[in-house]
């Protein structure tokens, strides 16, 4: 998302990236990563703090249940120019596929 070559280290267990889960736009653009850490976002903050400096289009902010469940919470890391200002999953989901009431079922005819 930024252009610069800061890879994804493949650690999925521990830290911020515990548990994690990528986002795109029904255009396929990438547009946030979720994760559900059980640490303190204060062990990661600066590391999230250093992305979001590198590209002004990054933000992220942590805080209520994670999906994974087992007292996990959730971070978000998100591209603002795509989602706005989302502050969780649900957000997103909404932000990228419309809210779940504009979701067409299988069967619709309107």
Do not use: N
């Not at 795109?24 to 990438?30: A, G, M, N, V």
């Not at 603002?80 to 999953?89: F, H, K, P, Q, S």
């Amino acid at each position: 998302m930024t252009g610069a070559r800061l890879c994804w280290d493949g650690d999925s267990h521990g830290g911020w990236r515990d548990h994690p889960m990528a986002w795109t736009t029904t255009e396929e653009q990438p547009a946030a990563l979720t994760s559900a850490p059980y640490g303190s976002p204060k062990a990661f903050a600066a590391e999230l703090d250093f992305f979001t400096l590198l590209d002004d289009r990054l933000a992220w902010a942590s805080g209520g249940a994670g999906w994974y469940g087992f007292s996990a919470h959730q971070v978000l890391v998100r591209r603002r120019d795509l989602l706005g200002d989302v502050e969780t999953a649900d957000g997103i989901r909404d932000a990228v596929h419309g809210s779940p009431g504009d979701v067409a079922r299988p069967g619709d005819t309107t």
